[in-house]
C-alpha cells in the first residue's frame, strides 16, 4: 500500500499520475527551502575559486590545481543521476536533507587537511552532497510548478547564483587574506545549519512511494568511466605522455565502461539514467549542448582569479571583486530571459545567443597579455557572463518539458550530470594543456644563454608567491609563459563551443506547457510525440 508525505497545503493524497502543481503563495514557501540548500552548493563553487591561488601556493602544487576542482566534478557527476533516481522513489525532501549533511561533512574534512592529496579527497565528498543540492532543486521545481511557468521563478534561482558568486569571491578574498583559506569551508558550517532548518521546516512535498529496484551497478560503472576518462586526460597524459601505455589503457578502459554502462541500463528494470529519454531531439540535444557549455564555461571560471592574482598581482579579496562583470552578466540576463520564457513560451534562442557570447568571450579572453587593462578584462568577463545566463536555467526547463513526469528527477539530474562532466572533462583538459603550453611557452621566451632556467620557472608558477619572489628578468619570463599558455587554455574550447552552436540550432522548440496544459490522470507525454510536435 503505498503512502504519502504531506503536501504543503494539506488535502488529500495526490494522484500519482497527475501533476502536483502548487499555488503561488506555495511555490514561494518551497522555493525558500530550496534556495537555502541552493546557496550552500552556488557559494562553495565561487569561494573556493578565489581561494585557490593561495591554496596551491601553501601546497607548492600548481599542477594539481586542475584537481581539486576537478575532484569535486567528478563526484557530483557522477552521483547526480542516482540522486535523482533514488529521489523518484523515495522524494525529494530526505534526499535533500542527506545532500545538506554529506556536504557539510566534507566542508569539515576540507578544512582540516594537511596536504592536498587530503584536500582533493575531501572535496570529492564535498561533490558527492554537492551533486544532490543542484539537481534534486531543479527536480523538485519541475515537479510543482508548471513548464511554462518555471521562466519566472528560475529567476529567483538566477538571484542565489547572483548572490552567491558576489559573496563567494568577496568572502573568499576576506577570509584568505584574514584568518586563511581554511575558514571558507568552516563558513560552510553555520549557513548549512540555516540551510537544514529550513528545508525540514518548509520542504514538505507530496510523494507517493512506489516498489523500487537501485541499480547500484550502473552508478559504480558511470563512476569508474569518468574517472579513468578524467585520470587519463589530467594524470596520466601530461605525467607520462599521451601515447604512453598508462594514458592508452585508461582511455580503452573509459570507452569499454562507457559501453558497459549503456547495455546495463537497456537491461535493469530502473536505470538511474533511461535510455528512453534520448530518444527525444529536445533532451538528446540539450544533453549534449549542456556538455559542450559546462566543459567551456569552467576554463574561465577556474584560471580568471589565477590571472588576476598572478599577474595582475591582485590579493585573493580584490580578484573576488574584479570578477563582478561576470557575476553582473549572468544576474542580467538570467532573470529577463526567464520572465520573457515564461510570458511567450519561447525559449530556443536563448542557447543560440548563449553559444555565440560564450565564444566571443573566449576569443577575446584568449588576447589576455601583461598590460591588458581592467576595463577591457571586465568587458570581456560581463559579455562571459551574459552567454551563461542565458542558458544555464533554460536549457533545463526545456528538458523537463520534454519528458514524462515520472521521469522529472531523472531527467532533471541527468541534465545536471551532463553540465557537471563537461566541466570535469573541461578542467582536466585545460590543466593539461596549462601544464604542457607552459613549458613551450618559456622555451620560446627564455634567452638560449639562460634555457636551464625554464625547469625552474616552470616549477615557480606551480605558486603565485614563489612567480611574485622572482627578480627580473625571471618574473618577467614566468608571467609572459603563464600568461600565453592561459590563452592557449581559452582557444581550446572553441571547437566544442561551436558543436554547441549546432546542436542549439538544430535542436526543435516545444510549447512550454501551462497549467491548462497538464495531461490528464493517467496520461503521460510521449517522448516520441514530444519530439515530433515540436516547433522548428
Not at 252 to 272: H, N
Not at 439 to 462: F, R, Y
Request: proline fraction near 6%; hydrophobic fraction near 50%; charged fraction near 10%.
Amino acid at each position: 500500500m503505498s503512502t504519502t508525505e504531506p503536501a504543503v497545503a494539506g488535502g488529500a493524497p495526490p494522484d500519482p499520475n497527475a501533476p502536483s502543481y502548487l499555488s503561488h503563495k506555495q511555490i514561494m514557501v518551497v522555493l525558500g527551502g530550496l534556495m537555502a540548500g541552493m546557496f550552500l552548493a552556488a557559494l562553495d563553487q565561487s569561494i573556493v575559486g578565489t581561494a585557490l591561488p593561495q591554496i596551491v601556493s601553501e601546497f607548492n602544487s600548481l599542477d594539481k590545481l586542475s584537481w581539486v576542482v576537478t575532484a569535486y566534478l567528478l563526484t557530483s557527476t557522477a552521483s547526480t543521476p542516482l540522486w535523482g533516481k533514488i529521489s523518484d522513489l523515495y522524494g525529494r525532501r530526505p534526499l535533500f536533507i542527506a545532500a545538506i549533511l554529506t556536504f557539510l561533512a566534507g566542508s569539515v574534512l576540507a578544512a582540516l587537511a594537511q596536504n592536498i592529496e587530503e584536500l582533493i579527497g575531501f572535496r570529492a565528498v564535498q561533490g558527492l552532497g554537492a551533486g544532490g543540492l543542484l539537481s534534486l532543486a531543479f527536480a523538485t521545481i519541475g515537479d510543482v510548478i508548471p513548464p511554462r511557468e518555471r521562466g519566472k521563478y528560475m529567476g529567483w534561482f538566477g538571484a542565489v547564483f547572483g548572490l552567491s558568486s558576489v559573496a563567494g569571491p568577496l568572502l573568499g578574498g576576506l577570509l584568505t587574506d584574514g584568518p586563511g583559506w581554511r575558514w571558507i569551508f568552516w563558513i560552510n558550517l553555520p549557513i548549512g545549519a540555516v540551510a537544514l532548518g529550513v528545508v525540514a521546516a518548509v520542504l514538505k512535498l507530496p510523494h507517493v512511494r512506489r516498489s523500487h529496484k537501485i541499480d547500484y551497478l550502473g552508478a559504480a560503472i558511470v563512476t569508474a568511466a569518468v574517472t579513468s576518462l578524467l585520470l587519463a586526460v589530467s594524470w596520466s597524459g601530461p605525467d607520462n605522455g599521451w601515447g604512453s601505455a598508462t594514458t592508452i589503457g585508461l582511455l580503452v578502459a573509459a570507452v569499454v565502461l562507457a559501453v558497459a554502462f549503456v547495455l546495463v541500463e537497456l537491461r535493469v528494470s530502473e536505470p538511474i539514467i533511461p535510455m528512453d529519454l534520448f530518444k527525444g531531439r529536445i533532451f538528446a540535444g540539450y544533453a549534449g549542448y549542456t556538455f559542450l557549455l559546462g566543459f567551456a564555461m569552467f576554463g574561465a571560471l577556474i584560471f580568471l582569479p589565477l590571472y588576476l592574482q598572478a599577474v595582475k598581482d591582485l590579493s585573493p579579496t580584490r580578484s573576488g571583486l574584479a570578477l563582478l562583470p561576470m557575476i553582473f552578466g549572468i544576474f542580467s540576463a538570467s532573470i529577463p530571459s526567464g520572465q520573457l520564457m515564461s510570458r511567450t513560451g519561447r525559449y530556443k534562442i536563448y542557447p543560440i545567443i548563449s553559444a555565440v557570447l560564450v565564444g566571443g568571450a573566449m576569443v577575446m579572453l584568449s588576447t589576455l597579455s601583461l598590460s591588458t587593462p581592467y576595463w577591457q578584462l571586465a568587458i570581456y568577463m560581463f559579455v562571459m557572463g551574459s552567454g551563461l545566463g542565458l542558458s544555464m536555467q533554460i536549457t533545463v526547463t526545456a528538458a523537463q518539458n520534454s519528458v514524462p513526469r515520472k521521469h522529472m528527477g531523472t531527467a532533471t539530474s541527468t541534465m545536471t550530470f551532463f553540465r557537471s562532466m563537461g566541466g570535469a572533462i573541461g578542467t582536466a583538459v585545460y590543466g593539461a594543456v596549462l601544464t604542457s603550453r607552459l613549458t613551450e611557452h618559456l622555451g620560446d621566451i627564455v634567452p638560449s644563454s639562460a634555457q636551464n632556467m625554464v625547469g625552474t620557472l616552470a616549477k615557480a608558477a606551480n605558486s603565485v608567491d614563489a612567480l611574485h619572489a622572482l627578480k627580473e628578468p625571471m618574473q618577467g619570463w614566468a608571467l609572459l609563459g603563464l600568461v600565453e599558455a592561459m590563452g592557449d587554455v581559452f582557444l581550446v574550447s572553441l571547437p566544442f563551443l561551436v558543436i554547441a552552436l549546432v546542436l542549439a540550432i538544430i535542436t526543435p522548440e516545444q510549447r512550454l506547457a501551462g497549467r491548462d496544459d497538464a495531461p490528464k490522470d493517467g496520461e503521460e507525454p510521449n517522448l516520441e510525440t514530444s519530439a515530433a510536435a515540436a516547433m522548428h
